[in-house]
């Protein structure tokens, strides 16, 4: 897989999880366990985008 499909994947994943991370947030009794979770998700994909970019 080329870096650019890489990184265009990972974009996709980092959105979805972020809808995700919205409803989440927005429930009458939010699981911060799993908030937390996506949040740490989010980050690590971030950062592997932003380092296969530098790349």
Do not use: F, G, S
């Amino acid at each position: 897989m080329a870096v650019a499909e890489r990184i265009e994947a990972l974009r996709t994943k980092h959105a979805a999880l972020d809808r995700t991370l919205e409803e989440a947030v927005h429930r009458p009794l939010p699981d911060e366990l799993e908030i937390v979770r996506l949040k740490k998700e989010k980050l690590r994909l971030k950062d592997e985008m932003a380092r296969l970019d530098h790349a």
